[in-house]
């Protein structure tokens, strides 16, 4: 895959990072510059009005008249400072109108005078008594100011994240609905794979594999209307055959109905063990399925050696087993039996009269061999790639054959984990030398 597609293509998570960033950093600025303003302008409001209230409280004769109004001027917010001479009798007092009882302890105090709530700071000397009383609403409308100043803020900006976010989302995830849409106007036959322009990078793990999926789906089908094709004309061939026998028994005559019967019988047969090898490979391109039993190899082994007994006593070919290190492996047995069976069926078909065959299973280098020796004439050079190819055939004239028997052969070690080849023999004799190798590690030894 080509990197500079990748780098080029657009990161929701970069792309959902740099915009959160963004949003987080204007929120921030926003929010510091409004709750200062907020915060400022009460405290300077309140300061300055803790200066003039104090500034007319110093002591008796300081008066306000000349003295310059607060920009706020709200009688709550004035002190009500009240002083008192050693004699006990009040010297000034800022409020005349609020009765504030004198505090016995020095120190702050809560009061409650003229229908309010008061904050009062008594303080003590030889010569006299100052308190000093704040309304109690004054610092709730500092509070209430303060916590409205920086909550403004986040009320302004939480719907303002909710747009800001989802768009960027939407030009994100719009990339996703483009490509979904793609994905459904394809048609089941379009061969070629989804474009990586404009795909989210974290996405582009997901395209490879559809586009994987794509090619080996069109694959599959391509190696299905080529099987099709092939069958159609293999079994052509043995149906032609036979109609040309049906249409000829009318005017047979004794001699040779026989003959004629004989060979229609023959069509039948290879045209049935066609259709069952045909069959045979649909099922194994079905899921494997997961049940399994143990299968004593050995004697699984002999009972294939013994049905092709009669076939090879027939061609004259001597066929012989020899089970040298017998084991025990979990697989479906009608699988394995099918697959030891075509490569005893391939080399007995192939073998010539005169000629012989060794089956053997043994051990060798921590695997279980299952191997087909034959002294016949051995593969064509150039064919040993193409034997495993289905209707391939690369035997000798007048032999009869389907070309599916490797083909499921291989089909079965595929699906079981088995290795499997089919070669001309490096011993130094002609043939064909067949070898199924199962890995120790799935078998129980014997």
Request: proline residues 5%; contains cysteine.
């Amino acid at each position: 895959m080509d990197v500079a597609k990748i780098m080029m293509s657009v990161s929701l998570r970069r792309s959902t990072l740099l915009w959160m960033t963004g949003l987080l950093s204007a929120v921030g600025l926003v929010t510091m510059l409004i709750a200062f303003w907020f915060v400022y302008r009460e405290a300077a409001e309140f300061l300055d009005g803790q200066l003039r209230q104090i500034a007319l409280n110093a002591g008796p004769g300081m008066v306000g008249a000349d003295a310059p109004g607060s920009p706020d001027e709200d009688p709550e917010d004035q002190f009500a400072i009240t002083i008192w001479g050693a004699d006990g009798r009040v010297v000034h007092a800022s409020l005349p109108n609020v009765q504030i009882p004198r505090q016995r302890q020095s120190g702050y105090a809560n009061v409650r005078a003229v229908g309010d709530l008061w904050r009062v700071y008594t303080i003590r000397a030889a010569s006299r008594t100052v308190q000093v009383a704040q309304r109690d609403t004054v610092r709730e409308e500092i509070a209430r100011s303060t916590a409205m100043g920086a909550a403004a803020p986040i009320i302004i900006v939480i719907p303002l994240s909710w747009l800001v976010v989802g768009w960027a989302m939407n030009q994100m995830f719009g990339r996703l609905n483009t490509l979904a849409n793609g994905l459904a106007k394809r048609s089941a036959a379009a061969a070629e794979p989804i474009p990586l322009a404009g795909i989210p990078t974290e996405v582009v793990p997901l395209v490879w594999s559809m586009n994987g999926l794509i090619a080996r789906l069109q694959a599959a089908l391509t190696a299905q209307k080529r099987f099709l094709a092939d069958a159609a004309h293999e079994l052509r061939t043995p149906l032609a055959a036979m109609q040309i026998q049906v249409d000829t028994l009318a005017s047979s005559t004794p001699t040779t109905l026989n003959e004629r019967r004989a060979a229609l019988a023959s069509g039948v047969r290879r045209a049935s063990a066609l259709i069952n090898q045909l069959l045979e490979l649909a099922r194994l391109d079905e899921p494997v399925a997961s049940s399994s039993e143990a299968i004593e190899l050995g004697p699984l082994l002999l009972e294939c050696v013994g049905d092709h007994v009669p076939i090879a006593q027939a061609k004259g070919v001597d066929i012989g087993v020899d089970i040298i290190s017998p084991a025990t492996i979990h697989g479906a047995v009608g699988e394995v039996r099918t697959l030891l069976g075509n490569l005893i069926d391939n080399a007995v078909r192939y073998t010539p009269a005169g000629e012989k065959i060794d089956v053997s299973l043994y051990r060798r280098n921590n695997r279980n061999i299952a191997e087909v020796l034959d002294t016949g004439p051995g593969l064509p050079k150039g064919t040993e790639a193409r034997v495993f190819d289905r209707f391939y055939r690369a035997a000798p004239a007048g032999v009869e054959g389907t070309g599916l028997g490797l083909a499921i052969a291989r089909q079965i070690a595929d699906r079981n984990g088995f290795g499997l080849t089919v070669e001309n023999r490096k011993d130094g004799l002609t043939g064909v030398a067949a070898r199924v190798s199962i890995p120790a590690a799935r078998s129980l030894s014997g």
